[in-house]
């Protein structure tokens, strides 16, 4: 079964959910006069884990996945908890250097750890949750017509940084240095989120690449957006990598996950008021689907990428 | 590396902990007026789970095992959030079976599911999260001389329905049905630790056997804990299977684990108003580590039980 059978099956099982349905980057319930938001995202090593990572950034980028869908809730993160699976051929260095990690991570975010479990298993595994509280959570459902669509930092240094890799391509050090920090050790965009809180009208974390993202809040918001392909934040390292591998850059920009750029909606005259670097991308619109430069956009992501061939 | 020496090399580099240092039931962070408790428990088929527990029930463990550590804290359950590691010959009746007995926890402890994830790996495993909320959490630390021992429900029968079904030995329907309503479905208590919160000293649940967890609190309370055998409460069904097996009944009680009863301290003036039942089984003193009818009891476990060759 895929992934997306297996959601949809427990979906239809699970009728008691929190005060948001299940479908945003984090669950949420109302506590008091707050919201805590809770998420939990599962790293197994085999599938997730490109081999030159090493085992410390490994446990930084579990702290990061969550860390992330808290801030794409407009939440501060609170705490963190973990469970490790652990082979047995797992030695304790390799383990020593996750710890190293989780810890330099949570540091990073100043998240503290509450609870840790561990368990014997054929697969490392380090299932990691973050919980955050927020006066208002941000959902992928408030997008409005008239709003304009945003995204923090650039896009596509990801992708490009797993296609060096992978392909071995030859580039310069500087370039190679500036694509691997986004690849091997992404940041959560933590201060942006608490930030967009009161202000924007929806968000979400690029985790599966921007395409697939702006078709799940087209979806939810029940609106249209209409991209404008030259506003796209793309580095120069990434459109270096496309012409070495023959691509067009804004498909690498539109596929590239694990990005943990968020993207939101707001409403022109609020922008102003945001205190951090984005860039406008975009425009909501009454209708469906999602548009760049006037043509319908496939949600393109890692999937699509591979059935491609681009790896 | 065994658990315990994975759990130790983690804590020596994660300083960053929440508002009660790591070592409780749960971890716990200050909300406002409130605590939020929060705690995971991973649960890998092939070590945790016997062949003989059906799909359903495996999903119900898995909520209540979590539970059970929200209400060792003397805190209401408020979320729940789990990972899937679902390898590929799992089929789907197997995962569907497993989310109606999520659901049926989920609405026996009437907590809404905040978060999943799902991810291909090699073992089943649920990993599961429980959140909860207390005025003031019960830790394992508040014992004080003078304090009555007490415990819920009864004790042993999750181990001898273990036997039961281990070594097939032949007892009456009544009985089978009484123990393995135990072993295969056993329940937290959520009411009895919410009602502690105020009134406990100490508590801590019984998930590796009483003796195990009775040493843990004399440790980390750090005081002495004097138990009378004649008040442990045993039923009949668990001395029926030590006579069958040629053991000692109190041995199987104290060390027969996933029991998820609550083990608690409190002073004697403020017992009689807890309104459910409970045994009282022994006596805060000071010193330090556990006695049984004046004799030293050794933290007896399912690891301790397995090397004495009960199984």
């Excluded at 980057?25 to 990572?53: C, F, Q, S």
């Excluded at 561990?118 to 017509?145: F, Y």
């Excluded at 694509?179 to 965009?189: G, H, I, M, T, V």
């Excluded at 409403?267 to 425009?283: H, T």
Aim: glycine share 10%; net charge negative.
């Amino acid at each position: 079964m895929r992934e997306s059978e297996i959601i949809g099956l427990f979906l239809k099982h699970l009728k008691r959910q929190g005060d948001l349905p299940l479908g945003d980057d984090a669950g949420a319930i109302r506590l008091g006069n707050e919201w805590l938001v809770a998420t939990n995202d599962m790293l197994v090593r085999k599938t997730d884990v490109p081999d030159m990572m090493t085992p410390e950034q490994v446990g930084f980028k579990a702290v990061t996945m969550n860390v992330s869908d808290v801030a794409a809730m407009g939440a501060k993160p609170v705490g963190f908890l973990f469970s490790l699976g652990v082979p047995r051929d797992v030695g304790r260095d390799y383990l020593e250097s996750i710890a190293e990690g989780i810890e330099r991570a949570l540091e990073f975010y100043d998240v503290p750890v509450l609870s840790a479990d561990t368990n014997e298993a054929d697969d490392l595994i380090i299932d990691g949750v973050a919980l955050g509280v927020a006066e208002r959570p941000l959902t992928r459902s408030g997008a409005k017509p008239g709003d304009l669509v945003c995204v923090t930092g650039d896009l596509g240094r990801a992708l490009a940084g797993y296609l060096v890799w992978r392909k071995g391509l030859e580039v310069l050090e500087k370039t190679r240095k500036a694509l691997y920090e986004k690849f091997l050790e992404p940041k959560a965009r933590v201060r942006e989120g608490i930030k967009l809180s009161g202000i924007a009208s929806s968000a979400i974390d690029v985790s599966d690449g921007l395409a697939k993202e702006l078709h799940l809040l087209a979806g939810m918001s029940g609106v249209k957006i209409e991209l404008s392909s030259e506003s796209l934040p793309i580095r120069e390292e990434v459109l270096e990598v496309a012409g070495l591998v023959g691509r067009n850059p804004f498909e690498l920009a539109l596929s590239s996950g694990e990005e943990f750029e968020l993207v939101f909606t707001v409403e022109p005259e609020k922008a102003p008021s945001l205190d951090f670097d984005f860039s406008v991308i975009g425009r909501v619109e009454e209708g469906s689907a999602v548009y760049i430069d006037g043509k319908p956009l496939p949600p393109l992501g890692w999937e699509h990428m591979e059935h491609m061939n681009v790896y």
